[in-house]
């Protein structure tokens, strides 16, 4: 009987997404026979998962979980295809997932997939998740959690186009009624829909800002209006070009998208709903999560692959 060491456990379970015991048990029936014992856990239903390592799990949905008015987590569970992202069986394991997340204690995906599953005591995450493979038949992948706690104010959370974008904000504040609330969902609104970097320009770091002041220089260089223009004068331009492009990264230094003038910014926004409630109100910080942001989606070209298949 062939040693069954904690590598051939690790190394079968990277490979088919399977439980710790179940990739053991496996290993122990075929003594040893990492092939085989893909077989075995595939033909139980336990790697289904296996076939589908190579492909892209680029659609998918965010949701959002919360605990009260202070804790909140939002999730990206990936599919492979928009059809499946619809499907209600993968929509309801999604939720499931956020709800895990507003309840872990976990800093990592590793550990967040190794916890018990909440749903289903007995099984882990990552089993759960395996299970949902076989029953669904694509490849899905919990991407990212991402939990917030605040301990001295507020959180708010928004979902946009069925979980295409989930955000959660969080707000240092004495007051939490429902108007200081509404603020900061508007406030999620326009990370939503506008996408800052940041929250104020002090929080932007130094390596951002040269970064780009070396990218507006070379454009700069590039204009035929400022050749031959003083270098105090070029630097004023690069200088002019960065702070309008922090107004533009930078949450409380937007234009706030519902101010009546056009003119409003965000800081300004908080300061009034601030004065009007009593409160001392501060954005401490936003989660903004895109699905499939940052992931390569495969090509589909129904066209050129019907005339591959025809020989054209």
Known sequence: MAEITAAMVKELREMTGAG???CKK????TNGNME????????NGQAKAVKKEGRI??????????KGDNVAAVVEVNSET??????????????????????????????????????????????????????????LSIRRFEKITAENGCVVSYVHGGGRIGVIVEAETNVVNDAVKEALTNLAMQVAA????????????EEFKAHEKEIIAAQIEQDPKMAGKPAKVIEG???GRLKKELKEVCLLEQVYVKAEDGKQTVSQYVAQVAKENGADLKIKRFVRFETGEGLEKKNEDFAAEV?????K
């Open 194 to 205: 506008l996408n800052p970097k940041y929250v104020a320009t002090e929080d932007v770091s």
């Open 307 to 311: 005339a591959a298949q025809m020989g």
């Open 82 to 139: 928009d059809f499946v992202a619809k499907n209600e069986t993968f929509q309801q394991f999604v939720e499931a997932v956020a709800q895990q997340a507003v309840e872990s204690a976990s800093t990592d995906m590793d550990a967040f997939l190794a916890e018990q599953w909440i749903a289903e005591p007995g099984k882990t995450v990552q089993e759960a998740l395996v299970e949902k493979i076989a029953v669904i038949g694509e490849k």
């Open 237 to 239: 331009a690069i200088e």
């Open 26 to 29: 496996a290993l122990n029936e």
């Open 36 to 43: 085989e014992a893909v077989e075995v856990l595939r033909k």
């Open 20 to 22: 710790m015991m179940d």
């Open 57 to 66: 799990a680029a659609e998918g949905i965010c949701r959002i979980a919360t």
